[in-house]
């Protein structure tokens, strides 16, 4: 069992909609990631948080918007996507980030875009 | 620029038999280097990790190498099971940038 909960598992929208995705740790963790998977591909780092401050941004596009509400959440707001966003989009968080630790993902969100 | 490399894409072992799965980076700044396990339809999962001032790891069945002249770590996998079988990354990051990088991943068989 995943302890970083990633919600909706799928989501199918039209390239005009609004939409967010939603994480959640309950182990104090105090760095969240967004990364970014497509298929036969590596996971790519989307957006760091770290103690809920935005650390580092991937040159990702606009309409990705990210948001962490609290040191237990994590958002990712879409607007406006394109049909090469269909993805898996996997959030993870570790402990410290000012320590080189393992980063725990969650099973992810396959986002599909019509 | 692929800065961590998994140069096999597949692997096929036998139930029982040791698995080894090769990693080759190309930053000498990385200082720390993990290994994952994905399940399809599932995240990636933590499985063992190495400091760049250590050249071995060990948990359970998992023994991790790192040979930093060469910029190339290994995972070994004895004995390995049918549950084994997952696409496995490496992935290595440094200190100071929290910042993640996977290698392209080899997908491990173990048969019976």
């Known amino acids: 069992d995943t302890e970083v909960t990633q919600t909706p598992k799928h989501l199918v929208m039209g390239m005009t909609n609004k939409k967010s995705l939603k994480c959640e740790q309950h182990m104090g963790h105090r760095a969240m990631y967004w990364y970014k998977q497509k298929a036969k591909k590596p996971p790519e780092l989307m957006f760091v948080?770290?103690?809920?401050?935005?650390?580092i941004n991937e040159s990702v596009p606009s309409r990705f918007s990210p948001e962490c509400p609290n040191s237990s959440l994590l958002n990712l707001h879409l607007h406006a996507l394109q049909p090469e966003d269909s993805a898996l989009y996997l959030c993870a968080s570790s402990q410290d980030p000012s320590r080189a630790q393992p980063q725990h993902f969650g099973d992810g969100t396959r986002l599909s875009i019509l | 620029d692929q800065q961590v490399k998994q140069n096999s894409p597949s692997l096929s072992v036998q139930e029982g038999r040791i698995s080894i799965l090769n990693c080759d980076y190309t930053n000498s700044m990385f200082d720390y280097f993990l290994w994952y396990k994905k399940y399809p339809a599932e995240g990636p999962t933590f499985l063992i990790s190495?400091?760049?001032?250590?050249d071995k790891n060990e948990d359970g069945r998992f023994t991790v190498f790192l040979n930093k002249s060469a910029k190339h770590l290994s995972l070994h996998i004895v004995p390995s099971q049918p549950g084994d079988s997952a696409v496995y990354f490496c992935a290595a990051l440094t200190y100071n940038t929290d910042k993640l990088i996977f290698g392209t991943g080899t997908r491990l068989q173990v048969f019976p």
């Open positions: 948080y770290s103690y809920e401050k935005l650390s």
């Open positions: 190495i400091s760049s001032i250590k």
